[in-house]
Antibody, heavy 123, light 105 residues
Framework: QLQLQESGPGLVRPSESLSLTCTVS??????????WGWIRQPPGKGLEWIAN???????YYNPSLKSRVTLSVDTSKNQFSLNVSSVTAADTGVYYC???????????????WGQGTMVTVSS | IQMTQSPSSLSASLGDRLTITCRAS??????LNWYQQRPGKAPRLLLY???RLQTGVPSRFSGSGSGTDFTLTISGLQPDDFATYYC????????FGGGTKVDIK
């Protein structure tokens, strides 16, 4: 059964970098059928798309975060990772890793979500 | 692209039929998804391409619309349906609406 599992520090200091990894089980990050990505949700607020990555390394970023965000994929470990630089308290929230089916003819939604990991930015 | 949902919250009773609206700031054709999120849980995809039901989602959920105006309808509200609902465009930058919280009247 497909599962996505986020991992990384739960506390990050302001101005430092936030790094999270998503481990995929039951599917392959080499698949050409999916994008892999990240969504976040500040406490008590709505959802914000961060970025997606394709198996070949092509990346797609939220314009509002693009200057601080980097996505990478390690197909040998079946993992993909998120790095957010120069974090502030506004980056606090639950971070979800996700899977989005790819099709040249249709637009799909996020069909698989990780359970989410809480990241707090505080000194 | 800005996505605007209305209402931001509503109260309803079991068995009610309710409609949530999502408006896009520009034409997104039918590239619109709907999600349900229960407290403390990850969101769950309900519909994609405005009206296509995700596998395993009950048929009481339906969606319609194209261009800039979309609706999510729940026919016959069940206890599990009290949750927050989000729309998301998959045409451009995957923006989400602000959410609609459905609680018990």
């Amino acid at each position: 059964q497909l599962q996505l599992q986020e991992s990384g520090p739960g506390l990050v200091r302001p101005s430092e970098s936030l790094s999270l990894t998503c481990t995929v089980s039951g599917d392959s990050t080499r698949s050409r059928s999916y994008y892999w990505g990240w969504i976040r949700q500040p406490p008590g607020k709505g959802l914000e798309w961060i970025a997606n990555i394709y198996y070949n390394g092509n990346t797609y970023y939220n314009p509002s975060l693009k200057s601080r965000v980097t996505l990478s994929v390690d197909t040998s470990k079946n993992q993909f990772s998120l790095n957010v630089s120069s974090v502030t308290a506004a980056d606090t929230g639950v971070y979800y890793c996700t899977r989005v089916p790819y099709s040249s003819s249709s637009q799909y939604g996020i069909d698989v979500w990780g359970q989410g990991t809480m990241v707090t930015v505080s000194s | 692209i800005q996505m605007t949902q209305s209402p931001s919250s509503l109260s309803a009773s079991l068995g009610d039929r309710l409609t949530i609206t999502c408006r896009a700031s520009e034409n997104i054709r039918t590239s619109l998804n709907w999600y349900q999120q229960r407290p403390g849980k990850a969101p769950r995809l309900l519909l994609y391409e405005a009206s296509r039901l995700q596998t395993g989602v009950p048929s009481r959920f339906s969606g319609s619309g194209s261009g800039t105006d979309f609706t999510l309808t729940i026919s016959g509200l069940q206890p599990d349906d009290f949750a927050t609902y989000y729309c998301q465009e998959s045409y451009s930058t995957s923006s989400f609406g602000g959410g609609t919280k459905v609680d018990i009247k």
